[in-house]
């Protein structure tokens, strides 16, 4: 059941990654000044998880502890007016908070997707959360 999971995990990992790195490749063509910097680091990010998953999917201890970081970078979800992050590879299911005058849960989910989030500004309507399926794939992959 272990490597059926570390399997699963690994082919989300490589998925989303290798969409991640064409997505920030496109965006990186015309080389602009903010947006090339936050593609290369979108770049970088979606080429360490690409990296992680097949080296997951190949059965590496390394792989490993290094899909733990991969899903531990896509476990905030963060929308302030000040800032704003979030990374999903793959897959996600979001439940989060929305900071406004009469606060809420809600709960977002794809699959098939890749999103990569890197802003000093954010959206007028503030919200804070966790993606629970980055989550659930850490703490399987802290199974022994």
């Given at each position: 059941?272990r490597?059926?999971?570390?399997?699963?995990?690994?082919?989300?990992?490589?998925?989303?990654?290798?969409?991640?790195?064409?997505?920030?490749?496109r965006?990186?063509?015309?080389?602009?000044?903010?947006?090339?910097?936050?593609?290369?680091?979108g770049?970088?990010?979606?080429?360490?998880?690409?990296?992680?998953?097949?080296?997951?999917?190949?059965?590496?201890?390394?792989?490993?502890?290094?899909?733990?970081?991969?899903?531990?970078?896509?476990?905030?979800?963060?929308?302030?007016?000040?800032?704003?992050?979030g990374?999903?590879?793959g897959?996600?299911?979001?439940?989060?908070?929305?900071?406004?005058a009469?606060?809420?849960?809600?709960?977002?989910?794809?699959?098939?997707?890749?999103?990569?989030?890197?802003?000093?500004?954010?959206?007028?309507?503030?919200?804070?959360?966790?993606?629970?399926?980055?989550?659930?794939?850490w703490?399987?992959?802290?199974?022994?």
């Amino acid at each position: 059941m272990r490597t059926l999971l570390f399997r699963l995990i690994g082919v989300l990992e490589i998925a989303g990654g290798f969409y991640g790195v064409a997505a920030m490749l496109r965006r990186l063509l015309p080389f602009g000044a903010h947006d090339s910097l936050v593609a290369l680091l979108g770049l970088a990010l979606y080429g360490f998880v690409l990296a992680a998953g097949i080296q997951l999917v190949a059965g590496s201890e390394h792989g490993v502890r290094l899909s733990r970081w991969a899903q531990l970078l896509q476990l905030p979800l963060i929308a302030l007016p000040v800032f704003s992050y979030g990374l999903h590879c793959g897959a996600f299911v979001n439940v989060f908070a929305t900071l406004q005058a009469a606060p809420r849960l809600g709960l977002d989910w794809h699959f098939g997707s890749q999103g990569f989030v890197l802003a000093v500004a954010g959206p007028s309507v503030s919200r804070l959360g966790i993606n629970l399926l980055a989550l659930l794939s850490w703490l399987v992959l802290r199974l022994r």
